[in-house]
């Protein structure tokens, strides 16, 4: 009766790992209950998400090492594993909401989100391709692209390429304050950019977890280029980022539950250190936090538990 906040399905983004070939599931190891899915399973997946209110699913593609290259050309390719998931998934459900990440992480040899020039990031040459690569997953019919890369600029290059190919009603949900953080290792494991990226970290284009007035900077920036969203990433260690984002812009504000998160609780769940109670008290902060939806891993199970009450 005095409840301030609540915990809905509709408050929930399922991100899902897709993968090539025949096997229809293979598990992440370090994700307890989280498989790569292929497409046919992801289909069954994602009407099952439907069903239970889940509005939208972000998808995440396991791109097989032959097709990997260091400029990551293959995100920019329309026949790409993101695109053929993509359009599978709109022509089954076309009343569920995709959203696709947009960097070259999945793609690079190096497992670094752009192009590498003299051992750095270069902002501007990666623009270019992630403007590629967001017209490709629009025209697979994605509804929200994700920028997730953290480059400078991306958020008003990709706009205008959007609305110059006749893609206006597409969304740009930006990973607007991403912070360099050790909670995304299970997710890297996930898509095989671990090993990848070996000793090098993305300090250079993610952010200092220590500052919050930078992600304020970061926020006011993407929304200036034509973000309709915002994202503050990851979740449970950066809340109080929420809290001030909300606050200050006042405009629908997400929040990632990342790869570690889901790690970290579903270990100690495992070993019966913490009860599953924890997942949707979690979550139920982040909505207290300020946060009008949540991306998490859990977003399925939780429906499933919301449903039975
Ligand atoms: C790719 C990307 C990452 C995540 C989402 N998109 C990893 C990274 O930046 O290294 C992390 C998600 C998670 O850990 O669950 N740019």
């Known amino acids: 009766m005095v409840a301030e906040n609540v915990l809905t399905a ?13 096997a229809a599931r293979t598990p992440v190891a370090s994700m307890p209950h989280v498989d790569r899915l292929s497409i046919p399973a992801l289909v069954d997946a994602v009407g099952e998400a439907k069903a239970l ?18 400029d990551g050309d293959e995100a920019t390719n329309p026949e790409n594993l993101i695109c053929r998931a993509t359009r599978a998934v709109k022509e089954a459900h076309p009343d569920i909401g995709v959203l696709c990440d947009v960097a070259l992480d999945p793609y690079t040899t190096h497992g670094h989100d752009g192009v590498l020039r003299e051992g750095y990031v270069a902002n501007d040459e990666t623009v270019e391709f992630l403007v590629r690569q967001s017209i490709v997953q629009a025209e697979a019919g994605c509804d929200v692209i994700a920028p997730s ?14 609305d110059e190919a006749g893609f206006e009603r597409v969304k740009i949900m930006s990973y607007a304050a991403k912070y360099a953080s050790g909670f995304y ?29 930078e992600a304020l900077r970061e926020v006011a920036l993407d929304l200036a280029e034509g973000a309709d969203m915002v994202m503050v990433k990851p979740g449970m260690p950066f809340l109080d980022v929420v809290r001030r984002v909300k606050e200050r812009f006042g405009v629908p504000t997400f929040v990632y539950q990342v ?23 979690t979550l139920l902060g982040m909505k207290r936090a300020g946060a009008d939806g949540i991306l998490t891993y859990s977003a399925l199970a939780v429906a499933r538990l919301l449903r039975k009450g």
């Open 10 to 22: 509709a408050d929930l983004i399922w991100p899902i790992f897709v993968q090539e070939g025949p």
């Open 53 to 70: 209110g889940i509005p939208c699913v972000a998808l995440f593609p396991v791109t097989p090492i032959e097709r990997k290259s260091p």
């Open 149 to 162: 890369d953290m480059m400078d600029g991306r958020v008003g290059a990709i706009r205008d390429a959007l």
């Open 185 to 213: 290792g299970p997710f890297r494991d996930a898509l095989g950019s671990k090993s990848s990226l070996g000793k090098t970290d993305k300090r250079s284009y993610q952010m200092d977890p220590a500052n919050t007035d």
């Open 259 to 281: 790869s570690g998160e889901y790690s970290m609780l579903h270990g100690a769940i495992e070993r019966g250190w913490l009860d599953e109670s924890v997942i949707p008290e």
